[in-house]
């Protein structure tokens, strides 16, 4: 089992719609949580983050953490064709584990016009 | 500088040959990391420094990789006795603290031939 797991997709949505991407980890010890987008062929840029239970609202994007559950996820609203990208979900550890940030393989998603 | 900035953008290089990449932080973060990136997957992380120091080396995959950050400013991933397995984008990120957001720069293309 992979320390942070996402549906690799490909997650198609019309424009205009709601997209809703999800993450889960395996290291209940995480504290921080990061959504980052990755065009093809750029690296990945930093959308959201996130570091309670709860919901962080900024812009058009909506994270939510349950920790107890072990889960994230990034909501897009009013998705655009320029949202289609994979996004890639990062979760950090705390105390020893703190700085190294562990990926999953992201979930591509694609905004149809 | 105003994001990260990784030379060279592309790097061939023959196997068995040495490679050094480069990484020129956001001025004033003083946590840096080091992770690769194959096709279709999510950066995998390699190691981690707080100032001078590697804080975590622990994704280094065998004694052929080694990372210096001399001044806790630039660092340097050195790749010995380079094998075609090698060939990945290789990112960096800096932030900074160790606790806070990374951003990426847009990563150095190894292809070992």
């Not at chain 1, 840029?45 to 939510?64: P, V, W």
């Not at chain 1, 998705?79 to 999953?104: E, H």
């Not at chain 2, 956001?26 to 992380?45: D, N, V």
């Amino acid at each position: 089992q992979k320390e942070v797991e996402q549906n690799s997709g490909p997650l198609s949505v019309p424009e205009g719609a709601i997209a809703s991407l999800n993450c889960t980890y395996s290291d209940r010890g995480s504290q921080s949580f990061f959504w980052y987008r990755q065009y093809s062929g750029k690296s990945p840029e930093l959308i959201m983050s996130i570091y309670s239970n709860g919901d962080k609202e900024d812009g058009r994007f909506t994270a939510q953490l349950n920790k107890a559950s072990q889960y994230v996820s990034l909501l897009i609203r009013d998705s655009q064709p320029s949202d289609s990208a994979t996004y890639l979900c990062a979760v950090r550890g705390g105390d020893t584990n703190a700085g190294k940030s562990t990926f999953g393989d992201g979930t591509t998603l694609t905004v149809k016009p | 500088g105003a994001g990260v900035s990784q030379t060279p953008s592309n790097k061939v290089t023959e196997k068995g040959k040495y490679v050094e990449l480069r990484c020129d932080p956001i001025s004033g973060h003083t946590a840096l990391y080091w992770y690769r990136q194959s096709l279709g997957q999510g950066p995998e992380f390699l190691i981690y420094f707080q100032g001078t120091g590697a804080a975590d080396d622990s994704g280094l995959p065998n004694d052929r990789f080694f990372a210096v950050r001399p001044e806790g400013s630039v660092s340097t991933l050195k790749i010995q006795r380079t094998e075609r397995g090698d060939s990945a984008v290789y990112l960096c990120a800096s932030s900074e603290h160790g606790v806070t957001e990374a951003f990426f720069g847009q990563g150095t293309r190894l292809t070992v031939v």
